[in-house]
């Protein structure tokens, strides 16, 4: 598809926008369509003549000082797939400013707490596991669903909260990606007759899309203005616990002493890949400049939960020194220590430049220090 034929999809549906979340509409949105080679705005006050640096993915982002749903065309591949991203990147549009309340905490780092969140703790993969069958079922009623779920999000936050960082990630994440899918998902069925698909037992940051729109629908049928709610603080899970919370709810058949030894398996198994991926020779990258605009697929990033996050497809590391692309393959980044380490790969350093070209891997750096073998160290000071 072209950037033309995409504007001309969005601009022919704004006129008649859908209605999917009271008081939200992406109609008056600044939104920046883009591939490889063509950018084109609407509703931007004021659009750069260059394009902007860190143009790479499906975000709200700051172009020219003014939030803007960023859509990339290589996010779809069908025409009726464009809406559902804009309804969903507009929203967060509407969220970032003022359609939401602001939350975060002081000091909140929202890679420090990814980095931080027990994704491989197998207790918390059995209630991850557990709620998308909740979600599933078709033998318990809406009310009997909500109950089990308050039960699992209750024991869930126990775990979560023994690391402050990671309870505020989910609810953070959560209230502000579930809402979004659960409007892709409206978008998608309303425009394409596409099906609501199934919750995916899913246990890091992507569980945040699924189980977050999933808890929306289920909210949406039971608790009036349940968006108020969420657009004040609450994340969808929370704000099930918050109603449902004291309702009973029989855990037996959710099997979670067989979950959680079933998950032990599946941790031992993922830490056994891991050290084989990083067994051979690799390349240190220590970022000592923190204004480093980072950025990688939600749908497929790994958290350690001691500090270090595992990408094993796209990866991003973008600012005024340059970029280092990830297009495949893995990169661990450690923020216990400042770097970055994937698989040795073909990279030369010329000067102060660190540079590299390759299908999987794409460097130009600036100002790149050699510090010791396959190890360097990238400050602009």
């Not at 009310?143 to 999000?153: D, P, S, V």
């Not at 629908?217 to 969420?230: G, S, T």
């Not at 460097?363 to 400050?379: K, M, P």
Request: proline share 7%.
């Amino acid at each position: 598809m072209k950037v033309t034929e995409v504007l001309e999809i969005i601009e022919k549906n704004l006129r008649n926008p859908l209605d999917v979340w009271p008081g939200y509409s992406p109609r008056q949105a600044p939104m920046a369509i883009f591939d490889d080679q063509e950018i084109a705005y609407i509703n931007h006050p004021s659009p750069p003549d260059e394009r902007p640096s860190g143009l790479m993915a499906a975000t709200a982002m700051p172009i020219n000082e003014v939030i803007t749903a960023a859509i990339p065309l290589w996010m779809f591949t069908a025409p009726g797939q464009a809406l559902p991203l804009v309804y969903h990147e507009c929203f967060h549009v509407f969220q970032d400013t003022g359609g939401f309340r602001e939350i975060y905490p002081p000091g909140y780092n929202f890679h420090l707490a990814l980095a931080a969140y027990p994704e491989l703790q197998p207790r918390q993969r059995a209630l991850c596991w557990a709620e998308a069958e909740v979600y599933n079922a078709a033998h318990w009623s809406d009310l009997e669903k909500a109950a089990l779920l308050a039960a699992l999000t209750s024991q869930r936050f126990a775990i979560l909260e023994q690391q402050p960082l990671a309870l505020a990630l989910a609810k953070i994440s959560e209230r502000h990606e579930g809402p979004a899918f659960f409007i892709q998902q409206q978008v998608d069925w309303l425009v394409n007759e596409t099906p609501l698909p199934d919750v995916p037992a899913a246990y890091g940051y992507s569980r945040q899309y699924y189980s977050g729109a999933a808890a929306c629908r289920l909210l949406q049928r039971l608790v009036p203005d349940w968006h108020l709610a969420i657009q004040d603080g609450a994340a969808p899970s929370e704000l099930l616990l918050r109603h449902f919370g004291e309702y009973p709810a029989n855990l037996s058949d959710l099997r979670l002493e067989e979950k959680t030894a079933q998950e032990q398996v599946n941790v031992d198994a993922i830490l056994m890949e891991f050290e084989q991926a990083f067994a051979g020779p690799t390349i240190r990258l220590e970022i000592a400049d923190e204004s480093a605009m980072r950025g990688f697929n939600p749908m497929s990033v790994l958290s350690l939960g001691d500090g270090r996050l595992l990408h094993s497809d796209i990866y991003y590391l973008h600012g005024d020194f340059g970029f280092l692309h990830l297009k495949q393959g893995r990169l661990l980044e450690d923020f216990n220590t400042g770097d970055l380490i994937f698989p040795a790969a073909p990279v030369e350093l010329q000067g102060d430049q660190l540079v590299a070209d390759s299908e999987t891997l794409q460097i130009q750096l600036c100002g790149v220090q050699e510090i010791g073998v396959n190890a360097y160290r990238l400050s602009l000071a």
